[in-house]
C-alpha cells in the first residue's frame, strides 16, 4: 500500500464548478500536508502548506485535513481555464523527514 | 514564495556522456536540497538528500556512482548524470527547504530538467 494515495484522474469540470481533489494516506505520523500544482513540462508549484488538522483557505482555494479518517482535500472555487494541470498532494511527519507524494490527480477545466 | 532556479531546462546528449544539472537558490540559502526523478504520468520519486558541504543520503535503489550529487555552497547543488543511457531519460527536479522555514516540507521546486538521451 502507498503511503499516499491519489486518485490519477483526468477530472474534467466546466469553468466556474467546484473543484474537489482529495487524498488518503496511511502514516499516522504525518503532521504536514500540501498541495501541490504542476503545469506539463514544470516543476510543481507550492499550493498550499498546512498543520495537522482543519482548514486552511487561500483565495480560490481551501485545503481540507481530517486527520482521523486520514483524509486531505483541495477546493478550488470559481474554476478556470488557467487551473487546468496536474495536482499533487503529499505529506510528511515533520522536521526533515522524507516527503512522501500522491500520483497526481490531472485537472481539465473547459472553458 | 522562494526562487529555485534549476539549469538547464532540456538537454540532449549521446550516449555515454556526462550532463549536469544545475539548482540555485536565488533568495535564501537552502541547507537541504532534493533531487526528484519524474516518469510521464507519474509522481515524483525522491533520488537523494544533499545537505551543503556532506554527502548525499541516497534513496534506495538510486546509483550513486552514477547520479553524483555535489551541494557545495548554501544556494548551488548539482547532479551528474554520469555515462548516460536511455534509460537515464526522464525530468529531473531539485527543491529546497531552508531550516528558517518550516523543515523540510515547505519545499520550493526548480522548473525542472528534461533529459533526453540518444
Known amino acids: 500500500q502507498k503511503e499516499v494515495e491519489q486518485d490519477p484522474g483526468p477530472l474534467s469540470v466546466p469553468e466556474g464548478a467546484i473543484v474537489s481533489l482529495n487524498c488518503t494516506y496511511s502514516n499516522s505520523a504525518f503532521q504536514y500536508f500540501m498541495w501541490y500544482r504542476q503545469y506539463s513540462r514544470k516543476g510543481p508549484e507550492l499550493l498550499m502548506y498546512t498543520y495537522s488538522s482543519g482548514n486552511k483557505e487561500d483565495g480560490r482555494f481551501t485545503a481540507q485535513v481530517d486527520k482521523s479518517s486520514k483524509y486531505i482535500s483541495l477546493f478550488i472555487r470559481d474554476s478556470q481555464p488557467s487551473d487546468s494541470a496536474t495536482y499533487l498532494c503529499a505529506s510528511y511527519s515533520g522536521g526533515y523527514q522524507k516527503v512522501t507524494f500522491g500520483t497526481g490527480t490531472k485537472l481539465q477545466v473547459i472553458p | 514564495g522562494a526562487v529555485v532556479s534549476q539549469h538547464p531546462s532540456w538537454v540532449i546528449c549521446k550516449s555515454g556522456t556526462s550532463v549536469k544539472i544545475e539548482c540555485r537558490s536565488l533568495d535564501f540559502q537552502a541547507t537541504t536540497m532534493f533531487w526528484y526523478r519524474q516518469f510521464p504520468k507519474q509522481s515524483l520519486m525522491l533520488m537523494a538528500t544533499?545537505?551543503?558541504?556532506?554527502?548525499?543520503?541516497?534513496e534506495q535503489g538510486v546509483e550513486k556512482d552514477k547520479f553524483l550529487i555535489n551541494h557545495a555552497s548554501l544556494t548551488l547543488s548539482t547532479l551528474t548524470v554520469t555515462s548516460a543511457h536511455p534509460e537515464d531519460s526522464s525530468f529531473y527536479i531539485c527543491?529546497?527547504?531552508?531550516?528558517?522555514?518550516?523543515?523540510?516540507?515547505?519545499?520550493?521546486f526548480g522548473e525542472g530538467s528534461r533529459l533526453t538521451v540518444l
Open positions: 527543491s529546497a527547504g531552508t531550516s528558517g522555514r518550516a523543515g523540510t516540507g515547505e519545499l520550493f
Open positions: 544533499s545537505n551543503e558541504g556532506s554527502k548525499a543520503t541516497y
